[in-house]
Antibody, heavy 118, light 105 residues
Framework: EVQLVESGGDLVHPGGSLRLSCAAS????????MNWVRQAPGKGLEWISF????????NYADSVRGRFAISRDNARNSLFLQMNSLRVGDTAVYYC???????????WGQGTLVTVSS | SYELTQPPSVSVSPGQTATITCAGD??????VSWHQQRPGQSPVLVIY???NRPSGIPERFSGSSSGNTATLTISEIQTFDEADYYC????????FGGGTKLAVL
């Protein structure tokens, strides 16, 4: 069974930092492109970051570029998102998402909630 | 930046057919995927590469694309099909439509 399990979500003050993790199992993690997608309360899905299988290409949405950093560890079947300079507008459920192609998502995690508030 | 436009809501009666559209510039030369998100749950892929269904997705779900519009069609609508549906494409990065709330009346 394919599983993507996110962790690390928490309540943090504006300007603070947080590191999200995603543990993958049930599929060949090293062969899949990985993304982080977020969903603000009551809103739609927003793609925020991509990393390819070899960690040689990373892309970011304008809303997070320069503040967030994506990484992966294929030996540990894990994906990470380092989030710095957090803003109230970053409050959302963050989903880890895997795709055999960079052009779509095959598998979604259950999400982890990040709340940025003073 | 690239944009995908979906109707905010679609209503349909049980047993009927629902059609959800997704419009975008030059969409004809991009692969479109569709994701279902039931209330309180994570999204699930239901259509990829315009019309392909992942294993486990019922044949009632079908996709098509022509010109600047992609379409998700769900036949024989059932109450548990009530969900938000998001189209998704790739331009220079991944893009999602705003989502369509499917109500089964």
């Amino acid at each position: 069974e394919v599983q993507l399990v996110e962790s690390g979500g928490d309540l943090v003050h504006p300007g603070g930092s947080l590191r999200l993790s995603c543990a993958a199992s049930g599929f060949a993690f090293r062969d899949f492109e990985m993304n982080w997608v977020r969903q603000a309360p009551g809103k739609g899905l927003e793609w925020i970051s991509f990393i390819n299988t070899a960690s040689s290409t990373m892309n970011y949405a304008d809303s997070v570029r320069g503040r967030f950093a994506i990484s992966r560890d294929n030996a540990r079947n894990s994906l990470f998102l380092q989030m710095n300079s957090l803003r109230v507008g970053d409050t959302a459920v963050y989903y880890c998402a895997a795709g055999y192609s960079r052009k779509w998502i095959d598998y979604w995690g259950q999400g982890t909630l990040v709340t940025v508030s003073s | 930046s690239y944009e995908l436009t979906q109707p905010p809501s679609v209503s349909v009666s049980p047993g009927q057919t629902a059609t959800i559209t997704c419009a975008g510039d030059r969409l004809w030369n991009k692969y479109v995927s569709w994701h279902q998100q039931r209330p309180g749950q994570s999204p699930v892929l239901v259509i990829y590469q315009d019309y392909n269904r992942p294993s486990g997705i019922p044949e009632r779900f079908s996709g098509s694309s022509s010109g600047n519009t992609a379409t998700l069609t769900i036949s024989e609508i059932q109450t548990f099909d009530e969900a938000d549906y998001y189209c998704q494409a790739w331009d220079t990065s991944m893009v999602f439509g705003g989502g369509t709330k499917l109500a089964v009346l």
